[in-house]
């Protein structure tokens, strides 16, 4: 349909038509009958389309760079987080440590654990994808 309307108002009868409808559907027809005469030049062999076989694939490519782009937004919030909300961050998520054992090791509160968690996943979160609200 595009090619038909591109030659339509490429023409230079377009302007002096008393049957437009039947101009659009002379262009239609031409434009079949010189697809059909190059198939046959060509020999196009049109294969069916197998679901099974021929299924649209994710672009992996696309989702690497995605990933790669994210693991740095992540670092970089995880770098920008204060010292201590850091280390406090590191230590439960990369060592696995319970708020207990982290509490025990540093010698601050459990609610400060707390604070600090909550205080790293925000910014995380934050820097990861603003638009979350």
Do not use: C
């Not at 002379?26 to 679901?51: H, Y």
């Not at 672009?59 to 790669?68: G, H, I, V, Y």
């Amino acid at each position: 349909m595009q090619e038909v309307f591109l030659r339509a108002a490429g023409s230079e009868q377009r302007h002096r038509l008393a049957n437009p409808a039947a101009f659009l559907q002379r262009i239609a027809r031409n434009l079949l009958i010189n697809r059909a005469i190059s198939r046959k030049r060509n020999k196009v062999i049109l294969l069916p389309l197998q679901e099974e076989h021929d299924a649209a694939s994710p672009p992996e490519q696309e989702l690497e760079m995605e990933a790669a782009d994210l693991l740095r937004l992540y670092e970089r919030a995880v770098t920008d987080l204060s010292e201590k909300t850091r280390r406090v961050f590191l230590m439960h998520r990369v060592e696995e440590l319970s708020y207990r054992e982290i509490h025990q090791r540093l010698g601050i509160s459990i609610a400060t654990v707390e604070y600090h968690m909550m205080k790293a996943l925000a910014h995380i979160a934050q820097v990861v994808d603003p638009t979350d609200e």
